[in-house]
């Protein structure tokens, strides 16, 4: 399939409500086969939250999505390393963003990547960064994934996931995409034990799923998928200065500092479908 621009979003009535899921491509999504090496995108109502759509789209017009990818790239290299992908696998990125994380394990041989976002504008960048026949790009909610059951091998998520408007049935519905054994690797740097980045929430108008680790070890287990592995990725790019250096405009300690990026970094979970 040839990729090419994204499609204007058409909201119903309610503006709440995104009408049809678009993908970055030419091609009518009507026309890809039903098979399970290919995902076949479906046009489900879904409900999505104009304040993602707004707030993200604000982002990537000012180029803050380039920022995010440099930010993240501290732990989500380390993060996309741990993933079992293999030649000719197919990958969905929850909350793409630039997509650089489906460029990234595009060299490592997977067969295509699918990268799903809220925000049009990110997806439009991100298609226009990605110079990629393979990779595909849509703008839609987390909680409707338009692929087929049982259609991909593996799921990725970094910095997006407690976004989601309803994140119980956003693990769900990663199960349902899921191959039984695909995995959900999902990496959060918002979560309950880093509390240096609890004050996000004040930051953004997206409310904002907080769950501690235990937390998201239960939830995945309860959506059905099996908790492969859980751990803290530091961030060792993060240059730290000596403690006379602090307090300084964006920290009070240096314990502080080590505490959001050393000690804390990124929690990864990874669920497995049964």
């Known amino acids: 399939m040839v990729l090419g621009i994204l499609a204007t979003i058409t909201l119903n009535s309610d503006s709440y409500l995104f009408s049809t899921y678009y993908c970055v491509s030419p091609t009518d999504h009507a026309s890809l086969p039903a098979s399970a090496s290919e995902p076949v995108f479906t046009c489900p109502r879904v409900r999505a939250r104009m304040s993602v759509r707004e ?9 803050r999505d380039r920022g995010m990818e440099d930010r993240h790239w501290h732990t989500a290299k380390h993060v996309l390393a741990r993933m079992p992908v293999e030649d000719g696998d197919a990958v969905l990125d929850l909350g793409t963003g630039s997509g650089y994380a489906l460029r990234a394990l595009r060299e490592r041989g997977i067969g295509r990547g699918y990268g799903l976002d809220g925000a049009p504008e990110m997806a439009r960048n991100a298609r226009g960064y990605t110079d990629d026949d393979a990779v595909e790009f849509l703008v839609g909610d987390f909680d409707a994934l338009p692929f087929a059951d049982d259609s991909l091998d593996h799921a990725f998520s970094m910095e997006a996931f407690y976004y989601a408007s309803d994140p119980v049935h956003t693990l769900e519905e990663v199960l349902r995409v899921l191959k039984p054994g695909g995995t959900f690797y999902c990496a959060v740097n918002f979560f309950e034990e880093s509390e240096t980045t609890h004050a996000w929430q004040e930051k953004i108008s997206i409310e904002m ?18 908790v492969a592995e859980q751990d803290a990725v ?41």
């Open 209 to 226: 799923t907080l769950w501690s680790r235990a937390a998201y070890r239960e939830v995945f287990r309860e959506a059905g998928l099996y």
């Open 55 to 63: 707030e993200f789209d604000d982002w990537a017009a000012s180029g």
């Open 234 to 274: 530091p961030d060792r790019e993060i240059d730290i200065p000596p403690e006379s250096a602090f307090p300084t405009d964006d920290w009070d300690s240096r314990e502080e500092m080590v505490d959001r990026y050393r000690t804390w970094g990124t929690l990864l979970t990874v669920g497995v479908a049964p």
